[in-house]
């Protein structure tokens, strides 16, 4: 077992094994600046620019920092300068943009003023103008825009100050092209989760009893209770120059889409326990890029918060966190609870870098750092009432880059369409309509695919109607992008969620039975053949039986075993991908998800307990396909 991963939940209990301040040590900080001895300066000038380097650096130095060296892939491009540069240069330049924003699937990062070793020299102030007017035409040639994030003063032994700029560089959507972020949401009931959005994207500060997140709801229920027990998505636009796109009164979701060129996608999930179901499938159905944990800064880690903090961490989804309603308590209060999630942070069971966001440099650094190491956690402390520190979370937002790159992204692009089918409609005049995540290739309007599987095991042609993302028409749709399709006059019995629409060409076979390594954690009592659980595999969520336990004859809590499960009413289509098991005990409310995933994501198994929560590592399975079997 991974003691470092189930230590998380057992310290639970006043149990505080790190420290309060926001940073560690050196020797475990994942830094991304150093420093090099340059000449000394005066006293006066080296305090001034270590206040100037908070924001690049999580430990201030009285050295000059340097950057590693420039990476050839990846959307990061480091310039000394880019003074009046000859016709040939020019175009060089402009190839080498067009090559940083593929790699960054429309975003690029210019650093100017830096070696490509990733010395800081800094630029005059004449040099640095003339340099960031070279960049704006550049980005006008290949139709994108500039925006200078941040600017900095280098500490060298000169009469002239120097400075170093660090400059996105977006595209300009075209096509509706954009790209999209998935955040999901997460924490404890009443911490503020469908309020905050309501703020985000509607750009109206709440009243204090919740009319920002009216909005959201689906369920009268929810109007009336004001939580959230579905799951909803809302976005938030920005274009070409970094600017919200929402706020209009007159604004719809397709006028966001065609002026956006960057688009966040917010997936609302419910934080009461009895709707964790919910929220497990959310996770693992729309595989979010990013997940934000809000925290209520009056109650601080309660309820829900460390399951959801352990499921996005087994599932390894980077994770920040939003401390809300600090317009409701003291600073002492707010403090307090900063200092309880930094205990949480950095014990051993999460090992995480906790990084306090205070000012708009502080969030263009986290943005950056957040999506290079898996151990920094930005922590923000912002107001839904009083509009506190949200311009912070927009500039975190705004930055973010995608973790995965064009190439991983073309790979996906170049395999058979596969779609999931997550919720299905019935649309006046439409007919029958779905909606998912299309996982691999691509798909037109009018391409002929198979859905399934059914009660029988079989797949049923159909044909893609219109397409829709975000509410807005697309004629084409593309890996790793979540739309609903339009199925015209197909019959909505036969369709239920958990299916999946593929090519032809992929012959899908169906599964009866799985085998997975699993962990038992925790347990009242013993795990064993004809145990049954409830099984949440990507997208699927069904009852399945304990066949056999391989090697043993029950399970105990702490024990690891491979067991073989069965599917009690239809079968499913399975692939060596995302997916996550659940169990619920005939005679007992234990619930324990898996996420297994081959490619980029570790394989972990979690349990849930009114009594306990905790952690441990390692599951594999191996899909056993059986199509004439049960």
Excluded at 153 to 177: F, G, H, N, S, W
Excluded at 403 to 423: G, H, I, P, R, Y
Excluded at 454 to 465: H, N, P
Excluded at 507 to 527: M, Q, S, Y
């Amino acid at each position: 077992m991974d003691a470092r991963v189930s230590d998380l939940f057992d310290s639970g209990n006043g149990r505080n094994p790190g420290s309060s301040s926001a940073v560690p040590s050196n020797s475990s900080r994942p830094t991304k600046w150093h420093s090099v001895p340059l000449k000394k300066s005066s006293s006066k000038k080296n305090k001034r620019s270590s206040k100037s380097l908070l924001s690049f650096n999580l430990k201030p130095s009285n050295n000059a920092p340097y950057l590693p060296p420039e990476n050839e892939e990846g959307n990061v491009e480091y310039k000394l300068k880019l003074v009046n540069p000859t016709h040939y240069r020019f175009e060089h330049l402009a190839t080498q943009m067009k090559w940083r924003l593929q790699e960054g699937r429309g975003e690029a990062v210019y650093q100017i003023g830096v070696e490509d070793n990733g010395m800081l020299v800094g630029l005059s102030e004449d040099e640095m103008r003339a340099s960031l007017k070279t960049l704006h035409r550049l980005a006008e040639k290949v139709g994108a825009d500039i925006t200078v994030l941040q600017e900095q003063e280098v500490d060298y032994d000169t009469d002239v100050p120097r400075k170093i700029a660090e400059v996105l560089v977006r595209k300009v959507p075209d096509d509706q092209q954009f790209l999209d972020l998935r955040v999901a949401v997460l924490g404890n009931v009443d911490s503020g989760k469908s309020t905050l959005l309501g703020v985000l994207t509607q750009g109206e500060l709440d009243n204090g009893r919740g009319r920002a997140r009216l909005n959201l709801f689906r369920h009268l229920h929810e109007i009336q209770t004001g939580r959230t027990s579905s799951i909803s998505f809302e976005i938030l636009g920005f274009n070409s120059r970094g600017e919200v796109v929402n706020y209009s009164e007159s604004r719809t979701a397709e006028e966001i889409c065609e002026s956006a060129s960057k688009m966040i996608t917010f997936i609302d999930l419910a934080g009461h326990h009895k709707y964790l179901k919910t929220t497990i499938f959310g996770l693992t159905s729309y595989c979010p890029d990013f997940a934000m944990l809000v925290v209520s800064a009056s109650t601080g880690i309660a309820g829900t918060t460390r399951e959801h903090l352990g499921l996005a961490m087994a599932l390894k989804v980077p994770i920040f966190i939003v401390v809300s309603k600090v317009d409701l308590c003291t600073r002492a209060t707010v403090e307090r609870t900063v200092r309880q999630l930094e205990r949480v942070l950095k014990q051993p069971g999460c090992n995480k870098v906790p990084m306090v966001v205070e000012s708009t440099n502080d969030a263009v650094t986290a943005a950056q750092q957040f999506a290079q190491s898996p151990n920094i956690t930005p922590i923000f402390t912002v107001s839904s009432v009083s509009g506190e520190s949200l311009d912070f979370l927009k500039v975190f937002f705004n930055i973010i880059p995608p973790l995965s790159n064009s190439k991983a992204q073309e790979e996906l692009m170049q395999q058979l369409t596969e779609f999931q089918v997550d919720e299905i409609y019935t649309v006046p005049e439409v007919g029958t309509v779905v909606g998912g995540t299309l996982y691999s290739g691509i798909c037109r309007e009018g391409d002929h695919l198979v859905v399934g599987p059914t009660d029988s095991g079989q797949f049923k042609e159909l044909s893609v109607g219109s397409i829709q993302r975000n509410r807005s028409a697309c004629r084409v749709l593309r890996a790793g992008q979540a739309a609903t399709l339009a199925l015209g006059n197909f019959d909505r019995s036969l369709l239920r969620k958990g299916m999946v629409m593929v090519s032809p060409e992929m012959d899908p076979t169906i599964c009866w039975k799985f085998e997975a390594e699993i962990v038992l954690l925790f347990h009242t009592k013993t795990f064993h053949k004809g145990f049954q659980v409830t099984v949440h595999i990507r997208n699927v969520r069904q009852t399945a039986t304990v066949e056999a336990v391989y090697g043993k004859e029950e399970l105990r809590t702490g024990e690891k075993a491979v067991v073989l499960f069965k599917f009690i009413k239809q079968p499913e289509y399975l692939k060596f991908t995302v997916s996550s098991i659940s169990s619920r005990s005939q005679n007992n409310t234990d619930t324990f998800p898996t996420r297994i995933n081959k490619y980029e994501r570790p394989e972990y198994i979690l349990t849930f307990t009114e009594k306990r929560n905790t952690i441990e590592d390692q599951t594999k399975v191996n899909t056993i396909f059986s199509p004439n079997a049960g």
